[in-house]
């Protein structure tokens, strides 16, 4: 179904695309389970035969929300476990991996309904403790890729720049640099209208901290010592950063549950109707988030394994160089040649069409066996990402989706037929601590080489 819908796409693309709508629609069902609605549909199931206590009062949503993501958290690892050891389609484990989804669903529901045996106090357990660790550092993976994405989005502009003889990518580098910091400007500039009146010390505060931030890595990255230990930094990746945590720092404040000390420092709690537009945008954004990061994540080529370091393309000199006779040259030669093309796509000297048809080329020669959809097999020499991490993500994700969903929150708040993301103190001082972790791994890259200069060659 997925592949349909995505045209010519390799296996690869597809799959991803199928485990995200999994992890979407697993988002969405725990969401839905905050509701009084829900809540009570799910009493009305159990019959009352099954009593839900927390200490404190009934958590039927809290729990049901941890136990649908433990659910998905254990088939992925159970997913990592047997994916481990597989680098190609050719491997029928593959199959696997990207196939057998009526099969794979069926088990993801099945766990679901298992979890419902699990006694409550593990969950409280798990979700208290357990699925929080492995959101922090969903967390932190998610900041770390933010501050990658930046750099390779700058260096991808300049090297188009010293390629092409045209001035678009130019244009496109300058004019996304100063269309993200206008963006961090004006979100600043909103942020003191609307949420740092007066009595409001802690939004004047952190959004101050934050102005000041974004124009502090703006002034490292342009400063002379910088810019001779790695000249590749710039304004770019500092105004990505820069709108990035600036709209979290924004998000935080909007999100705040509650006024303070008699102050309004939260004006969009007053309107319903603006109020659930941001929860709504702030959930699709989380959602959108949490799809990049497991996605990207995977890909990258310390989830891989080896990599030459640099990132330059070496093809291998020919067998006969050292009058070497090797009993299967043609295959050798075509897992070299797969690996500089996988290399290169992943750096963005080629386009993903490459992998496809360097292996629509080799299947003429003998095809092999795996996954089955051999039309669209860009893995059959190799894996585009790391099928173990992968999933290792993916239960990290489910993690942060159960915690976001459920700290702090109250069931006496949530409406008859919608529940608030996020909208807690706790999640606002996240996203607020998100963005400086944010700032500080940025400036780290930047000087970095300026202390650890046998760590890296910009040569």
């Known amino acids: 179904m997925v592949c349909s819908a995505c ?32 809540i009570e549909k799910l009493q009305h199931l159990m019959l009352d035969y099954v009593k839900i206590k927390c200490g404190d009062g009934d958590c039927y949503g809290w729990l049901a929300v941890h136990r649908i993501n433990f659910a998905l958290g254990i088939f992925h690892l159970i997913l990592a476990g ?54 922090m550092l969903f967390l932190v993976l998610g900041l770390i890729l933010l501050v990658d994405l930046a750099h390779n989005w700058a260096e991808y502009c300049l090297r188009q720049i010293e390629e092409s003889e045209t001035k678009t990518w130019r244009v496109i580098l300058i004019g996304s640099t100063l269309g993200m910091f206008l963006a961090s400007f004006a979100m600043g500039i909103i942020q003191y209208i609307f949420f740092a009146s007066s009595g409001c010390t802690m939004n004047q505060a952190v959004i101050t901290i934050n102005i000041l931030l974004w124009i502090g890595i703006s002034v490292i990255s342009v400063h002379p010592t910088v810019q001779e230990y790695n000249p590749k930094a710039g304004l770019a990746q500092a105004a990505m950063v820069a709108v990035y945590c600036t709209y979290l720092t924004m998000s935080a404040v909007s999100m705040e549950p509650d006024e303070t000390e008699g102050h309004q420092c ?12 941001t929860v709504v945008v702030g959930a699709i954004v989380t959602m959108l988030t949490v799809a990049y990061t497991t996605t990207r994540a995977a890909t990258q080529s310390l989830g891989m394994g080896g990599g030459n370091g640099n ?25 070299m040649r797969a690996e500089a093309l996988r290399r290169a796509v992943e750096e963005g000297s080629l386009p993903a069409d490459a992998l496809l048809s360097d ?8 095809g092999g066996h795996g996954s089955g959809n051999t039309a669209h097999d860009d893995e059959r020499s190799a894996t585009q990402y790391s099928y173990p991490m992968f999933h290792i993500i993916f239960f990290l994700a489910t993690a942060w989706v159960a915690t976001l969903l459920t700290m702090d929150w109250d069931d006496k708040k949530s409406s008859d037929n919608f529940a608030t993301v996020g909208r ?12 400086w ?8 890259t930047l000087v970095a080489p300026i202390v650890l200069p046998e760590r890296f060659d910009f040569d």
């Open 311 to 335: 990132g330059r393309i070496r093809l291998a000199d020919s067998d006969s160089e050292h009058n070497l006779i090797t009993t299967q040259p043609d295959n050798s030669r075509r897992q």
């Open 424 to 435: 807690t103190l706790w999640a606002s001082w996240v996203k607020i601590v998100s963005s």
């Open 7 to 38: 045209g010519k796409c390799g296996n690869s693309v597809a799959t991803r695309i199928a485990y995200a709508l999994i992890l979407a629609v697993n988002s969405i069902l725990s969401w839905i389970m905050l509701t009084k609605w829900a």
């Open 437 to 444: 972790v944010c700032y500080a791994m940025y400036t780290w």
């Open 359 to 366: 292996d629509d080329n080799d299947s003429d020669a003998g």
């Open 82 to 135: 047997l994916m481990l050891g597989v680098h190609s389609s050719k491997n029928p484990r593959a199959a696997i991996q990207n196939g057998f989804w009526g099969p794979k669903i069926i088990a993801w529901l099945s766990l679901i309904g298992l979890t419902l045996l699990i006694p409550d106090r593990f969950f409280q357990f798990w979700g208290n403790y357990v699925a929080f660790i492995g959101a």
């Open 266 to 277: 939260n004006p969009l709690i007053a309107g319903q109707g603006t109020r659930t537009t």
